[in-house]
């Protein structure tokens, strides 16, 4: 399984930004897939996460900016992030795993991860 993520760049303060994950070798239905952030000098910390069925989870400091989708005939996750913030600056990536429960979906732990794509946002 390879990840291929994409759609980082930069903005000001207040824009907007949608990152695409690309899942190759696997069936995207059978995976839980999550978005993942690392700002400098800051650990790896989870933004957004789907479900097999398509639940969604976001950290707090997200909620009501960003939305996570998923197609599963494209094998694409989508991260659609509104009114951005410099706090929000960070290589951002996505990340699959095929026996993720949803109770653990917040956790680094996940067998596959994209390479990152960088996001910043100036203010």
């Known amino acids: 399984v390879q990840l291929q993520a994409s759609g980082g760049g930069s903005v000001q303060t207040g824009g907007s930004l949608r990152l695409s994950c690309v899942v190759s070798g696997r069936a995207l239905r059978n995976y839980v897939v999550s978005w993942f952030r690392q700002a400098r000098e800051k650990e790896r910390e989870f933004v957004a996460g789907t479900s097999r069925g398509g639940h969604t989870y976001y950290t707090n400091s997200v909620k009501g900016r960003f939305t996570i989708s998923r197609d599963n005939a494209k094998n694409t996750v989508h991260l659609e992030m509104n009114s951005l913030e410099p706090d929000d600056t960070a290589v951002y990536y996505c990340?699959?795993?095929?026996?993720?429960?949803?109770?653990?979906?917040?956790?680094?732990?996940?067998?596959?991860w994209g390479q990152g794509t960088q996001v910043t946002v100036s203010s």
């Open positions: 990340a699959a795993d095929a026996r993720k429960i949803t109770s653990e979906i917040r956790s680094l732990i996940y067998d596959y």
